[in-house]
């Protein structure tokens, strides 16, 4: 295999033999068992669609050996009950979907997952890399504490016209050059950021870095969805593990270059030279190049199919049968997918003529997830009613939180009230020790929603409340490891927290309604996290400590909602 890959090939069924075997002979899967942990539990299969419910592990994988297409034809038909869409590209797409799904997870999708996870890192690599360099942005570009918060402001602009962006042009131009080009752009930007001139030219790269970084997780988490071998996107939410992991990287990075190479701790703003103040710099740089080469490996070094869904739609139908056999021959598995089975189920395209859809049926199709149509199902009884307002309530309520003192936590550390000033060197190295502790809380997460009588609901809830606490004992001293011992603990209950509540949002929204539910829930918590900087700044002129305050408030605020919420997903499978 040569090193690096043609990241544009085009396909055909030669290019893979031996993978195609006869329908009646392929083995097929009805339904996928749950899993102990929430980030990988299983699809709700045709039955859980229809309300049942079943406790983890009762049920086991059912595997049926040989297939007709009379029966292929009901399963889709069936698939199709809970909508309104019955073209021939809604029949052929659940027709691949069906074809994944026998084929099984394997290799293809766990490295994608890697790549994917690329996304998610950088995400949060950059939120906290940028909240690292504002102490000495402030202070090379005499800017004051709570002006300079505006760089965070610059960001969030950036990622809301960039996921907004990225996921309807990824419907148009196909998942896989929108896969690449985000991470490209955010690298090049994340380069240039580290040469910015002045702090108005900063901000405004790192609000074109954002485009790039903001568009990862609805192109990245589309394109594994579609990938998957499941109907859930439950699996989807296993790439949180990856969020914690860019706080790392960029606290360690920061930690080695900014006490190194800036100017002292009690220099005045403006009398900072950018020969003595490279350490941010360095710090950007860095994670520029870190960008760039998560990149390269993705374009290079990864041969990524296009989506087949994709292919479908733009009337490719013979190329997309050729990726579906591509995963199978990748994860030496085998496949029944033929166009002769798509045209079987769907209709010959010559006759029926309506595969392929325009670019504005394309458009359509993507705004129609916040239909009205796709919204009222989410409102359908009174329980149903309450846990979707809940639900976006927290991811709101959350959204404004987390930044609030995540984004600006040097600036407090910095200006934490003692007597003597942190220096440079302690205010970096906590934030590093902070950010190893709260890895293991999305790991964890995994395993104590299944303790009995706690939950899903209970594990989220308590893990939010002692986050809020926490928050709030960390104004209570000056004390560095007063403090350090605080925003560990807030970081690995945080991290618990963000883990529930990635698993537990999609298994509560019903599967033909999910994609909508979990996409608000995504919107609303990027809105309120471009409105922290704008809190942070106001209240913190009146009261340095007022926007922690908010920030412990508004955790305690979503702790009681969630004591309300009417479902419990422990030992259920999805809706």
């Known amino acids: ?76 038909e069936s698939d199709l009950a809970s909508n309104d869409l019955h073209s021939a590209y809604d029949r052929k797409s659940k027709v691949i979907n069906k074809a994944i799904q026998d084929i099984g997870m394997g290799r293809h999708q766990w490295e994608l997952f890697v790549l994917c996870g690329f996304g998610w890192l950088a995400d949060n690599l950059w939120l906290q890399g940028i909240a690292l360099t504002l102490p000495q942005v402030a202070v090379e570009f005499g800017i004051s504490q709570s002006e300079v918060r505006y760089t965070t402001l610059a960001l969030f602009v950036g990622l809301c016209i960039g996921a907004s962006f990225w996921g309807i042009a990824s419907d148009i131009i196909g998942r896989r050059l929108a896969f690449n080009a985000t991470l490209l752009i955010a690298g090049v930007f994340g380069l240039a950021a580290g040469g910015g001139p002045n702090w108005i030219g900063a901000c405004a790269l790192f609000s074109c870095l954002g485009l790039g970084i903001g568009g990862n997780l609805p192109v990245d988490g589309a394109l594994f969805l579609e990938f998957l071998p499941f109907a859930s996107g439950n699996l989807l939410t296993l790439l949180s593990v990856w969020w914690p992991v860019g706080q790392l990287i960029a606290s360690l990075i920061a930690w080695g270059f900014i006490p190194n190479y800036s100017c002292p701790a009690d220099t005045l703003a403006g009398q900072c030279q950018s020969s003595e103040n ?65 045209n079987e189920i769907g209709g010959d395209p010559e006759v029926v003529g309506d595969s392929k859809l325009s670019t504005i049926e394309i458009v359509k199709r993507t705004l ?91 594990t989220m809830a ?51 309604n999910r994609g909508t539910g979990t996409g608000i829930s995504s919107f609303l918590n990027r809105l309120a996290g471009l409105c922290a900087p704008l809190v942070a700044i106001h209240a913190g002129n009146a009261n340095p400590k007022a926007p922690i305050y908010a920030c412990g408030g508004l955790f305690i605020t979503a702790f009681i909602s969630m004591l309300l919420l009417p479902i419990e997903t422990r030992g259920k499978q999805s809706l």
Not at 38 to 44: E, K, L, N, Q
Not at 61 to 70: K, N, Q, R
Not at 476 to 490: H, K, M, R, V, W
């Open 462 to 512: 308590i893990a939010t409340l002692i986050t809020g606490v926490f928050v709030f004992c960390f104004t209570i001293s000056g004390d560095p490891n007063y403090q350090l011992a605080f925003t560990c603990l807030e970081a690995f209950f945080q991290n618990i927290m963000y883990g529930v509540l990635y698993a537990y949002t999609p298994e509560v929204f019903p599967a033909p």
């Open 278 to 342: 490279w350490g941010w710099r360095y710090l950007v740089l860095t994670l520029g190049a870190l960008t760039f080469l998560m990149f390269v490996c993705r374009f290079f070094l990864f041969h990524l199919f296009e989506s087949p869904k994709f292919l479908l739609s733009r009337g490719r139908q013979s190329e997309a049968v050729a990726v579906v056999h591509g995963i199978a021959y990748h994860n030496k598995e085998k496949t029944w997918l033929t166009e002769e089975i798509l």
């Open 1 to 76: 295999m040569p090193i690096f890959l043609n990241p544009f090939a085009k396909h055909d069924v030669s290019d893979f033999p031996g993978v195609l075997i006869p329908l009646h002979q392929a083995p097929h899967r009805n339904s996928v068992a749950s899993l102990r942990c929430p980030s990988v539990s299983s699809a709700p299969s045709k039955q859980d669609r229809q309300g049942s419910e079943k406790d983890v592990g009762e049920s086991a994988s059912s595997v049926i050996v040989g297939l007709t297409i009379e029966q292929l034809r009901t399963e889709v």
């Open 368 to 458: 129609s997830k916040f239909s009205t149509q796709r919204i009222g199902p989410l409102f359908e009884n009174k329980k149903m009613a309450l846990s979707t307002c809940l639900i976006w309530f927290q991811w709101t309520t959350i959204g404004m939180a987390y930044p609030l003192f995540n984004a600006f936590l040097p600036q407090y550390l910095a200006n934490s009230g003692s007597d003597q000033p942190n220096s440079v060197g302690i205010i970096y190295r906590n934030y590093a020790i902070t950010s190893i502790v709260g890895v293991p809380g999305s790991i964890i997460a995994c395993y104590t929603v299944d303790i009995k009588y706690i939950g899903r609901k209970g």
